[in-house]
C-alpha cells in the first residue's frame, strides 16, 4: 500500500521569495505522483504529475517538482511567490497496480505582501 | 470544454435524512471520482466509477453508495445522514481510471453538506 507524507501543514513566504513543499512517499511500486493546488471554496486543480519520464517535472504557473527515488520524495518548488500563490496544496501518489490514489493532509500556503 | 459540474452546490439537510449528489464530467471523461473532504480528515476517496461499474471504493459504510449512467453522469447517496457526514463532496473525473495512465483527474467545486 502506498502513502504519502506532507512534510509541512502550513507555509508562509514573502511574495517574491521562493516556495518550498516537501513531500515524501512510500510505494511498493514505481509510483505516479501528481500536485494539486485548492484555492477557497474551489475544486482541486492539477499543477504537475510524475509517471516515469523525466524526474524534473514542469508544471502550470512556474511550479515544478523534482522526484528523487532514493530519497522517496516530491517537492514541489516555485522560484518566486506570487499573492495568486496562496491556496492549499496537495501531493497525491498513485500505485501502478492497482491505481490508488492516496492524498497527503495538504499545505496550506499563505503569501505575505 | 466545460468541466465538471456538480450539483446542488449548497445544501442542509437533518440527521436521518438522505442525499443524492450529482455530477457531470467532462465529455469524453469515462471515469468518476468522489471525495469527501473534512478539516479534520482531509480528502478520503469514497468510490470510483468507470464505465458504469464500480472500480474502487474507499473505507465508508454502506451509507454511501453511487452509481454512474451511460452517459457518465454520476451520482452519490448517502441514507441516515449523521452529523459527521457534513463536508464538502468532490467529484472528479478522468479520461481513464483515476491515477493510471490519462487518468488525471479534473474536479468540480464540489458540494457542500450541512447535517443539522
Known amino acids: 500500500a502506498q502513502s504519502v507524507t506532507q512534510l509541512d501543514s502550513h507555509v508562509s513566504v514573502s511574495e517574491g521569495t521562493p516556495v518550498l513543499l516537501r513531500c515524501n512517499y512510500s510505494?511498493?511500486?514505481?509510483?505516479?505522483l501528481f500536485w494539486y493546488v485548492q484555492h477557497p471554496n474551489k475544486g482541486l486543480q492539477l499543477l504537475l504529475k510524475y509517471t516515469s519520464a523525466a524526474t524534473l517535472v514542469k508544471g502550470i504557473n512556474g511550479f515544478e517538482a523534482e522526484f528523487k527515488k532514493s530519497e522517496t520524495s516530491f517537492h514541489l518548488t516555485k522560484p518566486s511567490a506570487h499573492m495568486s500563490d496562496a491556496a492549499e496544496y496537495f501531493c497525491?501518489?498513485?500505485?501502478?497496480?492497482?491505481?490508488?490514489?492516496?492524498f497527503g493532509a495538504g499545505t496550506t500556503v499563505t503569501v505575505r505582501a | 470544454k466545460a468541466g465538471v459540474t456538480q450539483t446542488p452546490r449548497y445544501l442542509i439537510k437533518t440527521r436521518g435524512q438522505q442525499v443524492t449528489l450529482s455530477c457531470s464530467p467532462i465529455s469524453g471523461h469515462r471515469s468518476v471520482s468522489w471525495y469527501q473532504q473534512t478539516p479534520g480528515q482531509g480528502l478520503q476517496f469514497l468510490f470510483e466509477y468507470f464505465s458504469e461499474t464500480q472500480r474502487n471504493k474507499g473505507n465508508f459504510p454502506g451509507r454511501f453508495s453511487g452509481r454512474q449512467f451511460s452517459n457518465s453522469r454520476s451520482e452519490m447517496n448517502v441514507s441516515t445522514l449523521e452529523l459527521g457526514d457534513s463536508a464538502l463532496y468532490l467529484c472528479?473525473?478522468?479520461?481513464?481510471?483515476?491515477?493510471?495512465?490519462?487518468?488525471?483527474?479534473?474536479f468540480g467545486e464540489g458540494s457542500r453538506l450541512t447535517v443539522l
Open positions: 510505494s511498493s511500486y514505481s509510483p505516479s
Open positions: 472528479a473525473s478522468s479520461l481513464s481510471l483515476a491515477g493510471g495512465p490519462r487518468g488525471e483527474l479534473f
Open positions: 497525491v501518489v498513485s500505485d501502478r497496480t492497482d491505481y490508488k490514489l492516496s
